[in-house]
């Protein structure tokens, strides 16, 4: 079975421009979460996509947004970049029902957005 | 809010000695523990997880982990590192009520020849 992939896997923006991370999670998986990870602030979440609905947020200001389509493929954008928003983002999937506590997320290799 | 400590940020240890990453984590509910490894240029990868049951939990490439109630502890263990065990390790909990999980800083593991 395939694993989690994201595209692309490098990224090099210019401050102001907006930026689209792709991933597909591994099939059947209907739950896909994204998280940040950057040297000062360790890995932080940032939301997760259940069946099209975003159904947790982390603590990021609006700029950061996602959406998961009917395949569970999910997008996150990043609009206005600044430099801090460099960073390696990093995806999972999971097989997550409606109501379940626990769930084994299962990691994509990430996409490393450099911010210039 | 829960949160996760990581005392050591890095760790050198001789290859076949043995190592100890620390984790303490701070909820007021039950919680689900985690280690997830991370390898240069890739994603984390679980290690082992404790939701229930016996305290000491058996992981993946012979690294074990005791969870410890009283001490809000859950630290990593293994009696004989090897080269390939260098690697960025993270302790991470979910409670029962929240989605996401919290992620320690995570301790980076240099394993000498």
């Known amino acids: 079975k395939a694993g989690v992939t994201q595209t692309p896997r490098y990224l090099i923006k210019t401050r102001g421009q907006q930026v689209t991370l792709s991933c597909s999670p591994i099939?059947?998986?209907?739950?896909v979460s994204w998280y940040q990870q950057t040297p000062g602030q360790g890995l932080q979440f940032l939301f997760e996509?259940?069946?099209?609905?975003?159904?947790n947020k982390g603590n990021f200001p609006g700029r950061f947004s996602g959406r998961q389509f009917s395949n569970s493929r999910s997008e996150m954008n990043v609009s206005t970049l600044e430099l801090g928003d460099s960073a390696l983002y990093l995806c999972?999937?999971?097989?997550?029902?409606?109501?379940?506590?626990?769930?084994?997320?299962?990691f994509g290799p990430g996409t490393r957005l450099t911010v210039t | 809010a829960q949160s996760v400590t990581q005392l050591d940020s890095q760790v050198p240890v001789f290859e076949e000695a043995p190592v100890e990453l620390r984790c303490n984590y701070s909820?007021?509910?039950?919680?689900?523990l985690f280690w997830y490894v991370q390898y240069p240029n890739q994603g984390l990868q679980l290690l082992l997880k404790?939701?229930?049951?016996?305290?000491l939990v058996k992981g993946i490439n012979g690294f074990e982990a005791e969870f410890n109630k009283s001490q809000t502890s859950f630290h990593l263990r293994k009696p004989s590192v090897h080269i390939s065990d260098t690697a960025e390790y993270f302790c991470?909990?979910?409670?029962?009520?929240?989605?996401?999980?919290?992620f320690g800083p995570g301790t980076r593991l240099s394993v000498l020849p």
């Open positions: 909820s007021s509910v039950s919680v689900y």
């Open positions: 991470a909990v979910k409670d029962n009520y929240g989605q996401n999980f919290v």
């Open positions: 099939s059947g998986h209907r739950s």
């Open positions: 999972a999937s999971s097989l997550a029902f409606e109501g379940t506590l626990y769930y084994e997320q299962y």
């Open positions: 996509y259940f069946s099209e609905t975003q159904r």
């Open positions: 404790y939701l229930s049951g016996s305290t």
